[in-house]
T-cell receptor, first 111, second 117 residues
Framework: GQNIDQPTEMTATEGAIVQINCTYQ??????LFWYQQHAGEAPTFLSY????GLEEKGRFSSFLSRSKGYSYLLLKELQMKDSASYLC????????????FGTGTKLQVIP | DTAVSQTPKYLVTQMGNDKSIKCEQN?????MYWYKQDSKKFLKIMFS???????INETVPNRFSPKSPDKAHLNLHINSLELGDSAVYFC????????????????FGSGTRLTVV
């Protein structure tokens, strides 16, 4: 089984940098995803990590440490439109490679 | 040109009724999923089909029955609806059964908000 933990809520200021953490315990690991979900909308894919290290995509970066069961999503130059929930999701290494989502971190960006 | 489309977007129905939600994807993906998102925003997998074959069937009441007539469609039929079934149901697809290899992940539909009264 899998257990995924994220902070429930965070607040950050427009223009600043925010780091959203995710820790997981899993019986088998085969990749970690980050999704963004605006209120009332569908989740949209942001990033994917399967090897240790940092993946950068524009203002968003995602980091993974498999030995620590830890990932973070880094958002730079925050904009008001970044106010959303950010979901961490872990794929297991079983035959069907199921993806399990965390409960998400609701980020509020304030002026 | 919607990639994953679900209908209806909203569904309000009485307890005990039977209802269906339809999902279609035009991405050519092999795998489709149904997820349930409850009031606390927890997104939980229900079913997954790979090329019309059921590959994931989580602990879901047997009142829920998925049907995949072809790999582009995955419908969800719910019998004898209960108050606790109220949630947002998301359909999703991926290029393979691994939840999306590499940098693609899932593509989600816009969701169906089901309210049972």
């Amino acid at each position: 089984g899998q257990n995924i933990d994220q902070p429930t809520e965070m607040t950050a200021t427009e223009g600043a940098i925010v780091q959203i953490n995710c820790t997981y315990q899993t019986s088998g690991f085969n990749g970690l995803f980050w999704y963004q979900q605006h209120a009332g909308e569908a989740p949209t894919f942001l990033s994917y990590n399967v090897l240790d290290g940092l993946e950068e995509k524009g203002r968003f970066s995602s980091f993974l440490s498999r030995s620590k069961g830890y990932s973070y999503l880094l958002l730079k130059e925050l904009q008001m439109k970044d106010s959303a929930s950010y979901l961490c999701a872990v794929r297991d290494s079983g035959g069907y490679q199921k993806v399990t989502f965390g409960t998400g971190t609701k980020l509020q960006v304030i002026p | 040109d919607t990639a994953v489309s679900q209908t209806p977007k909203y569904l309000v129905t009485q307890m005990g009724n039977d209802k269906s939600i339809k999902c279609e994807q035009n991405l050519g993906h092999d795998t489709m999923y149904w997820y349930k998102q409850d009031s606390k925003k927890f997104l939980k997998i229900m079913f997954s089909y790979n090329n019309k074959e059921l590959i994931i069937n989580e602990t879901v009441p047997n009142r829920f029955s998925p049907k995949s007539p072809d790999k582009a469609h995955l419908n969800l039929h719910i019998n004898s609806l209960e108050l606790g079934d109220s949630a947002v149901y998301f359909c999703a697809s991926s290029q393979d059964r691994a939840g999306g290899q590499g940098s693609y992940g899932y593509t989600f539909g816009s969701g169906t908000r089901l309210t049972v009264v």
